[in-house]
């Protein structure tokens, strides 16, 4: 069975920091593009980054630079260091996986969804 299970959300003040990580069991995870994407109170869901099985990432434009998405293959493990968090960037973040040879950050290219994990930015 196939399951992604998102951890490491909380709370922080802005300008702070948290790494959210995104464990997977149940397929090849070397075989599969993990996807990060999140949704804020009253918005639709958005992709933030994603990592094809060698390592190549793409980022959404609009995180000017202050994520960071990383794989593990011996833990079946990746991770999304988020850095300098603002109040926008509240939401539910959720891990997905893409059977595909190129990464995604379309919601409707993702295969299977993991329950997502809470991120609340304070100012």
């Known amino acids: 069975e196939v399951q992604l299970q998102a951890s490491g959300g909380g709370s922080v003040q802005a300008g702070g920091s948290l790494r959210l990580s995104c464990v997977a069991s149940g397929f090849n995870f070397e075989q599969y593009i993990i996807g990060w994407f999140r949704q804020a109170p009253g918005k639709e869901r958005e992709g933030v980054s994603c990592?094809?099985?060698?390592?190549?990432?793409t980022y959404s434009d609009s995180l000017k630079g202050r994520f960071t998405i990383s794989r593990d293959s011996a833990k079946n493990t990746v991770y999304l260091q988020m850095n300098s968090l603002q109040p926008e960037d509240t939401a539910v973040y959720y891990c997905?996986?893409?059977?595909?040879?190129?990464?995604?950050?379309?919601?409707?290219?993702?295969?299977?969804w993991g329950k997502g994990t809470k991120v609340t930015v304070s100012s």
């Open positions: 990592i094809k099985a060698r390592g190549a990432s």
């Open positions: 997905a996986l893409r059977r595909g040879l190129e990464c995604s950050l379309l919601e409707g290219d993702m295969n299977y």
